[in-house]
């Protein structure tokens, strides 16, 4: 997958460079939308999902204000 | 406000506006040159969301490549924008990921001034975004920008293809790299998975 999207960026620069901006957008499109997905799927986690539970986070009691 | 400025102020202007862009080509080619070093110099390999934060750094170039070398346009500075933000979405996640010590879990690689490269690209993201504020107050929203070829100012054209072309070579060299260290499959910092 990583390699697509380098692939795909590269080719987006290179055509870019030649003047096929119209193949050197979808190329930029192509990467943009495997980096999203592949991005989603490595911080996603069967166990706990998109969360990220080992940020504890807590609302101010009145015991913790004095 | 600009159709009462002159010609050579507006061309001023414009001159500016390129010089601008080329500093910020500049500067990202020195991060990912940077980021490179650091691999195949001290051995430190890319985890799969430091190689997303290099591809968000070629994307922005892509918008400031493409203004160089067929005309200025705000649609090009949108791609680069798109880009920033996914860098800067990939970088705070990698952080948050790593901020709190935990087995399996720390910051990849050196810190370089005592930051670590997921915090350093959380930076790099949030400047990129704040020049291209900055760029749109103080420069942009004016047609002149548009007419204004880069051919108009040769050195800068010059400096700003030596700096396009190294950028390429550097995409090709990360894409085979990446090739190297992860085959067509999945990532991991273990090792090169062609060279084992």
């Known amino acids: 997958m990583m390699a697509g999207i380098f692939m795909a960026l590269f080719l987006a620069l290179l055509l870019g460079w030649f003047g096929q901006r119209k193949y050197a957008l979808a190329c930029l499109v192509v990467c943009f939308v495997l980096a999203v997905y592949l991005f989603q799927w490595e911080i996603y986690s069967p166990e706990t999902g998109f969360r990220m539970p080992w940020l504890k986070t807590w609302l101010p009691g009145p015991e913790r204000l004095s | ?115 670590h490269m997921p915090v350093w690209s959380v930076l790099i993201a949030l400047a990129l975004l704040t020049a291209y504020a900055l760029k749109l107050a103080i420069l942009g929203g004016d047609e002149y920008l548009e007419k204004a070829d880069v051919k108009s100012f040769p050195l800068i054209d010059k400096l700003a293809t030596i700096l396009g072309l190294y950028v390429l070579v550097l995409c090709l060299i990360n894409l085979v790299s990446v090739i190297v260290q992860c085959g067509f499959g999945e990532c991991h910092t273990f090792g090169y998975v062609l060279l084992k």
Do not use: W
């Open chain 2, 1 to 115: 406000m600009n159709a009462t400025l002159s010609p050579s102020t507006q061309r001023a202007l414009a001159g500016l506006n390129y010089l601008y862009l080329l500093a910020m080509l500049f500067v990202i080619a020195a991060i990912l040159s940077a980021a490179m070093f650091m691999q195949y110099a001290k051995g430190e390999l890319p985890c799969p969301l430091c190689l997303l934060q290099r591809v968000a750094l070629f994307g922005v170039c892509f918008g400031i490549m493409q203004n160089f070398r067929h005309g200025f346009s705000y649609q090009n500075t949108g791609y680069s924008l798109m880009f920033a933000l996914l860098l800067l979405v990939v970088s705070v996640r990698q952080t948050l990921l790593d901020i709190a010590p935990r087995p399996g879990h720390e910051y990849i690689g050196s810190a370089v001034f005592g930051l």
